[in-house]
């Protein structure tokens, strides 16, 4: 299984903004598709974000469409989350996620099922 870590996470005050980063030290992450996902406590783990390996396909949860923006960087193996205009609401662990199907051009935010592999997650807090 690929081997994911997330980083980027913090404090951060409402309207501010940061970037989370997704990587694998061991396979290029080219071929698959990406996804981030969201829980807070008390809550469900929910599909915030996810890119298919061409990049050309991407979803946003409808919480966040407008404030956040995903992207890849091939040359450096990394997957990003920019997230702008960050809310209490925001407040959770944030994970980056897999299929580990390389070429499946496909991504989804309503099954958290069909991703096969996990990150241990980041804290992002946003807070007065």
């Known amino acids: 299984q690929l081997q994911l870590v997330e980083s980027g996470g913090g404090l951060v005050q409402p309207g501010g903004s940061l970037t989370l980063s997704c990587t694998d030290s061991r396979f290029a992450l080219d071929y698959y598709t990406i996804g981030w996902f969201r829980q807070a406590p008390g809550k469900e783990r929910e599909g915030v974000s996810c890119?298919?390996?061409?990049?050309?396909?991407?979803s946003y949860a409808d919480s966040v469409k407008g404030r956040f923006t995903i992207s890849r960087d091939n040359v450096n193996n990394t997957v990003y989350l920019q997230m702008n205009s960050l809310k209490p609401d925001d407040t959770a662990v944030y994970y980056c996620t897999t299929d580990g199907n390389p070429y499946s051009n496909f991504c989804t935010l309503q099954n958290k099922g069909w991703y096969r592999d996990w990150g241990q997650g980041t804290q992002v807090t946003v807070s007065s």
């Open positions: 890119i298919t390996y061409t990049g050309s396909r991407r």
